[in-house]
Nanobody
Framework: QVQLVDSGGGSVQAGGSLRLSCAGA????????VGWFRQAPGKEREGVAS????????YYADSVKGRFTISQDRAKNTVYLQMDSLKPEDTGMYYC???????????????????WGQGTQVTVSS
């Protein structure tokens, strides 16, 4: 497993931006894929975006396409989630997670990942 530390959450108004960071993705076999998930109160955890850290392949949930961007800085062993045009429905606890491998059609499932950060809260007010 990989130790991940996620950060960057906060409170913003609708239309604002935040950038989340996931430190510790050491680009080993165990963390070839790094994803971001979120969980709102009373709802199931959902996949938001994922990136293949040994290449440029990225995956996004339909609800965030065009607004969120996942990227990486290999020198810093960090994966980012840039969130723009935030909406109140984006509110939730955000977690980064790592996996050795995820399926193209299953990247959004939390069961595909075995290392998790502690979570960072994002609150978007209207």
């Amino acid at each position: 497993q990989v130790q991940l530390v996620d950060s960057g959450g906060g409170s913003v108004q609708a239309g604002g931006s935040l950038r989340l960071s996931c430190a510790g993705a050491r680009y080993t076999y165990s963390s070839q894929y790094v994803g971001w998930f979120r969980q709102a109160p009373g709802k199931e955890r959902e996949g938001v975006a994922s990136i293949y850290t040994r290449g440029d392949t990225t995956y996004y949930a339909d609800s965030v396409k065009g607004r969120f961007t996942i990227s990486q800085d290999r020198a810093k062993n960090t994966v980012y989630l840039q969130m723009d045009s935030l909406k109140p429905e984006d509110t939730g606890m955000y977690y980064c997670a790592a996996s050795a491998w995820v399926g193209i059609n299953t990247w959004y499932r939390d069961t595909e990942y075995n290392s998790w950060g502690q979570g960072t809260q994002v609150t978007v007010s209207s």
